[in-house]
């Protein structure tokens, strides 16, 4: 065994954060929206940090940026859902990845489910959705790390494909 000690490891701040965002851009994500309800107001995030985490029991996550609007309301509300979005709903990507969108409006004109155990909206078209009850929130920087318990998913039978994120653009399977 090698008992030399380890080099010294210089703190992240050392790491360019453009670097890091090339770097991260290379893996290529699924893009969904989360949706819940708080005091009676409609509330919806595009995401591409989303995974699962535990068959035992069923759970999930997403990160949410600390200083977004959504994320009051996620902690506030307790219960959300997933939408997994086909290729055909970029628009519906762009729109709840827009900052500052009117609350009145927040929903747009886009068609969707209120969810039976939760009460969000899940999408109209979604290749998938799943409906959450929040299990616990971590820390994670200028992100917190929100993870659910799985009360409900769907996963309807479709020929759509998923819509990817790869290298800071969105991408389609071919």
Excluded at 78 to 103: C, I, K, N, Y
Aim: proline share 6%; with cysteine.
């Amino acid at each position: 065994m090698n008992s030399e000690p380890l080099p010294q490891i210089p703190p992240s701040a050392a790491v360019d954060p453009r670097d890091f965002r090339r770097v991260a851009g290379r893996f290529a994500t699924g893009v969904a929206v989360v949706s819940t309800v708080a005091d009676g107001v409609d509330h919806a995030m595009t995401v591409n940090a989303f995974s699962s985490v535990s068959l035992e029991p069923l759970l999930v996550l997403f990160c949410a940026e600390k200083i977004a609007r959504f994320h009051a309301a996620v902690l506030t509300a307790g219960r959300w859902a997933v939408s997994v979005l086909p290729e055909s709903a970029q628009d519906v990507s762009q729109w709840f990845a827009t900052r500052g969108r009117p609350l009145g409006a927040h929903l747009g004109d886009w068609r969707f489910e209120r969810g039976p155990m939760t009460g969000a909206a899940i999408f109209s078209g979604a290749l998938a959705s799943l409906e959450c009850r929040t299990h616990a929130v971590h820390d994670g920087g200028d992100h917190s790390i929100v993870v659910g318990e799985v009360l409900g998913a769907h996963a309807p039978e479709t020929e759509d494909r998923p819509l990817l994120y790869y290298g800071g653009r969105y991408q389609r399977l071919t």
